[in-house]
């Protein structure tokens, strides 16, 4: 029996012509589809945005534990952002890691070990102040949908010398926040500016645009706390928060309350108006003068920031030592570096700001622990005497909350990926929609889910646009 030959394989599809007649039956077929087929419903509208946010944080000088809950909504994502701060408080920082954050500090040689034991603490610090904040107020702390932890921060480095990278230390892991309170928790703000080539602080000059900005006035916001920031925002008939810029002028509070402790005085209760034996303090403006003229950081010109690395308590011991040398009693010496920290703050306001004549026509708000040390307002007074003084919680938030709402609402901008305004003179001024490290909590889903349904999910990439109006919801 002779074998069939095998089938050869095709060379190639076999195309059926087809002609335009085809073409326009198929077209009938998809009308006469559409035209049986129920009129499909109006479009709803997308559900607003509302979310209550924790923001906690601990300044550089480590005292008190700040906490802001704030419910923030939005109609829509180009309507105003609304701000309600439903509590604000602070607890106590505990002494003992205090005291072994300052230890660790000073000896500059912590191992591996130590350091993530710290950070492990210092969460474990921050998820039992939040137990003590919400039951003081009774708050249910499952009613929150999320935590922006600022964390506390220890040293940074936003200029690295040739060959290194831009890092920072920031005690307080959110994923034992996370864990110890069930809340979806955001912390690492800092590495998340430094890794689009950023500085990682200051961090709010977003916040105080929003709340500040002026038709005709320029805005200064003074921060005094463990370090000082100053921000600039021009008025919006020249630029308004799309020409702020901010930097960090050096010293605050936190040399001088390394000296109080120095002299076995408590920071936190000591002061010229309290304590006889810092009365009556003489300046040696001998040390100001070399210090002012020495001091390479005051020099740099801004973008720049800085943190204990330099203006610490080893630089403070060696100011007492200066004074010391001059024959200086303890009140000379904290008088004294209480002068250079405002001298430092007029100095770098008078070289990188917009001059003299500007600044004494302008609106300086002053807000952080160094509003409540008098002569430090009665300096930069009598600097700037042309210059309406007044204080931050004419905004609406308090000033003791500020940087507490100020994370917190980095934290929803985390979620929904939106970016945050960004300083005219930072190093890189693109929008940054990463704006922090995201631990999930048990409502992780729930909360994902509102941030996609606020905008509508049809947005894809393209993103929601920045925050250009900010609300503050005042109480009765």
């Not at 029996?1 to 190639?12: L, S």
């Not at 559900?47 to 909504?73: K, Q």
């Not at 003489?282 to 801004?302: G, M």
């Not at 002569?375 to 009598?382: A, K, V, Y």
């Amino acid at each position: 029996m002779a074998m069939r030959r095998p089938i050869p394989a095709p060379k190639g599809r076999v195309r059926t012509a087809v002609g335009h007649k085809y073409l326009e039956a198929l077209q009938s077929k998809v009308n006469r589809d559409l035209s049986s087929s129920p009129t499909p419903p109006p479009p709803q509208k997308q559900p607003g945005l509302n979310l209550l946010i924790l923001g906690i944080t601990s300044g550089t000088a480590m005292d008190d534990i700040d906490f802001a809950l704030c419910r923030f909504t939005q109609e829509s994502p180009e309507a105003p952002l609304v701000l309600e701060i439903v509590q604000y408080d602070s607890v106590v920082m505990p002494s003992k890691i205090r005291i072994d954050i300052l230890s660790m500090l000073r000896e500059d040689a912590a191992p591996p070990s130590m350091l993530s034991q710290m950070d492990a603490e210092m969460g474990h610090t921050f998820a039992n102040a939040i137990h003590i904040f919400a039951h003081k107020h009774g708050i249910a702390v499952d009613d929150i949908d999320m935590i922006g932890s600022g964390g506390q921060l220890v040293t940074l480095t936003g200029t690295p010398p040739k060959g290194q990278h831009r890092s920072n230390m920031c005690l307080g892991e959110g994923a034992v926040i996370s864990a110890k309170t069930g809340v979806t928790t955001v912390s690492d703000y800092r590495t998340a500016e430094q890794a689009v080539g950023r500085q990682g602080a200051p961090l709010f000059a977003y916040l105080v645009g929003l709340l500040l900005h002026h038709p005709t006035r320029l805005q200064i916001c003074i921060t005094i706390g463990g370090i000082t920031t100053v921000c600039f925002i021009p008025a919006d008939n020249k630029g308004g928060i799309d020409a702020m810029y901010d930097w960090d002028t050096g010293p605050g509070t936190c040399m001088i309350d390394c000296a109080l402790r120095y002299y076995n005085l408590d920071p936190a209760t000591d002061s010229a108006q309290t304590s006889p034996l810092l009365q009556n303090g003489q300046i040696c403006h001998e040390v100001i003068e070399e210090l002012l003229a020495r001091d390479e950081y005051l020099k740099t010109r801004p973008p720049k920031t800085t943190a204990r690395e330099i203006y610490g308590d080893a630089m403070a011991l060696r100011i007492v030592t200066m004074c010391a040398y001059r024959g200086c009693t303890a009140a000379d010496t904290i008088a004294t570096l209480t002068r250079f920290t405002s001298a430092s703050i007029a100095q770098q306001m008078l070289l990188f700001g917009p001059g003299r004549e500007a600044i004494n026509n302008a609106d300086i708000v002053v807000d952080g622990r160094g509003m409540s040390n008098p002569q430090l307002i009665t300096d930069l007074q009598g600097e700037f005497p042309g210059a309406r003084f007044g204080r931050f919680d004419k905004t609406g938030v308090p000033s003791n909350a500020k940087k507490a709402v100020g994370f917190a609402m980095q934290a929803m901008e985390a979620l929904l990926g939106r970016a945050l305004p960004v300083p005219t003179n930072a190093d890189v001024r693109r929008p940054n929609t990463i704006t922090g490290k995201l631990a999930p909590g048990l409502r992780w889903r729930e909360i994902i889910e509102k941030s996609v349904q606020f905008g509508g999910a049809g947005r894809g990439w393209e993103g929601l646009p920045e925050v250009r109006e900010l609300i503050v919801k005042r109480k009765a």
